[in-house]
């Protein structure tokens, strides 16, 4: 069985609902707070393994309450934690407040996942096997995930690198199998306007041709385009009633290479890919609305 390896960001999430953001020096009385395991990371691995693929990941929290809490919730999943390392810093961190008119700002502190480096580098280099699919986003030093993609793709496996958040990636791409990026990553790789289906099928074309990987554009309710060598793919969005769709992109990227780790074509997995997304915002959280195999098929 091929595993799904995901090298990426552990996070602690706490959701603060207020009336309103505080104005500077201003005491707020809020509605509610909530602590939940998040990080893109993570998020990606508990979407893989809800899915009954075999997960292992590499990563780093702190040596902290919320380190442990953050490691017994993967665990519980059924996801490898022996590629989790503890480091002597605060566990990284989202303060995501919630006001009533629906805007959100976000807090992230790294802490820990700014210390994943050569040692889970090691631990991916002794695990990965040919046929594995190694799963990357940019939570994580962009210095060292250089040499992780050249550990997976030495060990021929798979790489799917989900370039979110937005960031500068070019450099990566010549080891990088399958991009998946949203509208906003794409606006930042191409240099043009990504909003319509008709612009993320041009983007992931030219990403597609210029970089040789199979490119994928998500776009939330419009779906998500797969340009994969001359093919170009357009998926629709499953219709669903959207309640939240914190982790859409997370769950969409888990399902995708838990389904090209069982041995599903691009297109085929893509497509569960997009199932799994839309079952993922008809929930509040990211990882609580996971789907699982069941629910899925
Ligand atoms: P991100 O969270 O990274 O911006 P998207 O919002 O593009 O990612 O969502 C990823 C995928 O999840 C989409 O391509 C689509 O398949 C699915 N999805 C997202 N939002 C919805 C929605 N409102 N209705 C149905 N499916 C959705």
Not at 39 to 53: D, I, M, Y
Not at 179 to 201: I, K, R
Not at 220 to 237: D, K, M, R
Request: charged share 15%; proline share 4%; with cysteine.
């Amino acid at each position: 069985m091929n595993s799904v390896l995901v090298f990426g960001s552990i996070n602690h999430d706490t959701i603060v609902s207020t009336p309103r953001r505080p104005q500077a020096g201003e005491t707020l009385l809020g509605h509610s707070v909530t602590t939940q395991p998040g990080g893109k990371g993570a998020n990606q691995a508990v979407a893989a393994a809800r899915l009954g693929a075999r997960v292992k990941m590499f990563g780093s929290v702190g040596a902290d309450a919320a380190g442990s809490m953050m490691v017994d919730s993967l665990a519980n999943e059924g996801v490898d934690v022996v590629g989790v390392l503890r480091a002597q810093v605060e566990t990284g961190a989202a303060i995501l407040t919630v006001s009533d008119d629906g805007e959100n700002s976000i807090i992230v502190i790294p802490g820990a996942n700014k210390h994943v480096g050569e040692w889970q580098v090691q631990e991916l280099e002794t695990t990965v096997k040919p046929g594995d699919v190694v799963v990357f986003q940019l939570e994580i030093p962009l210095a060292i995930i250089a040499p992780a993609l050249k550990v997976a793709q030495d060990g021929n496996a798979r790489t799917i690198l989900n370039a979110a958040p937005a960031h500068e990636i070019t450099s990566l791409l010549p080891q990088v199998d399958i991009l998946v990026v949203n509208e906003t990553e794409a606006e930042l790789l191409g240099g043009y306007p990504v909003a319509s289906v008709a612009e993320a099928q041009r983007a992931a074309a030219n990403f597609a041709n210029a970089y040789e990987v199979v490119a994928i554009v998500t776009l939330g309710s419009l779906g998500s385009v797969v340009a994969e060598g001359e093919n170009l793919l357009h998926i629709p969005a499953v219709s669903v009633d959207a309640v939240d769709t914190t982790g859409a992109g997370d769950t969409f990227v888990g399902a995708l290479a838990a389904f090209l780790a069982d041995g599903m074509s691009i297109a085929e997995a893509a497509h569960m890919a997009s199932r799994a997304g839309a079952i993922a915002c008809v929930a509040l959280g990211a990882q609580a609305s996971m789907p699982t195999r069941a629910a899925l098929l």
